[in-house]
């Protein structure tokens, strides 16, 4: 049983169709990354799965329940998380905080237990505040735990919203080009932790990205996409090897490279 299946999936913005027809599974444990010229449908994709557009057709399923028509407010507690392409955070409040706010689709107490502060909320909290500290430490981000998101340098940024995004230990994780900005140096920290999370936490990660030298590290398969529907699927050699994928490239004429040697 695949975690996620996408089928024949449209989404039309007016005469723009940004998403055509496409369908695709992603599998459990899997690292899956979308690739594609800008404007290929890839972060609309995201949008359609964490249920902020609503398809014009198609249908979507994780873990066999079918979510097409569910609300945003549902995803998270399946078990899906995201970060956004221009990251989200919570702007003034601090790292703990905006990481904490993760934790809370993990809540199981009611309003009733949090108003009389019961002994279940108290414990609750603490475990949140432990999984919290858990995650600043796995993500190396002890200096800025009380840091306000405001003031922070763009690669944190980024990095705190990855961190979020894990703290309900979601089973998918979709990652909209996570390394968008940032140094080579906080790119490769990204290729490591991509691959704990994968590893050693288990997570299953759709991911969308540019940076071809991680695609190839942390990949076991690609979608190519171009203009909403698929160009080519398979291995990360069969898809940047595919002439169709080369010419997407080469044809985008935004500055966008492909620069990998397989
Ligand atoms: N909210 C929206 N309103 C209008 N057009 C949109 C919206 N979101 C995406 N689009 C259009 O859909 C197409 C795909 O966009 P997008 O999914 O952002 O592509 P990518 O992430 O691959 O760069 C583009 O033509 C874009 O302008
Ligand atoms: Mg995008």
Redesign the pocket.
Known sequence: MSLLKVNELTMR??G?V?VDQLSFSVEKGEVLTLI??????????F?LISRL?NANHGSIYFNDTEITQLPAHHIAGLGIARTF?NTELFEHATVLQNILTGCHVLRSTTALQHLFFTKKVRHEALEHRQRSEEIIDFFDLQSFRHSVIAGLPYGVRKVVEIARAVACRPALLLLDEPTAGLSAEESSDVAFWIDDLQKDAGMTILM?EHNMDLVLRVSDRIIA?ED?ALLASGSPQEVLEHPDVIAAYLGTGTGEQMDVTL
């Open positions: 913005f007016g723009v940004a594609g010229p800008n404007g290929a449908g890839k972060s609309s994709i949008n557009y392409q969308v996409l909403g």
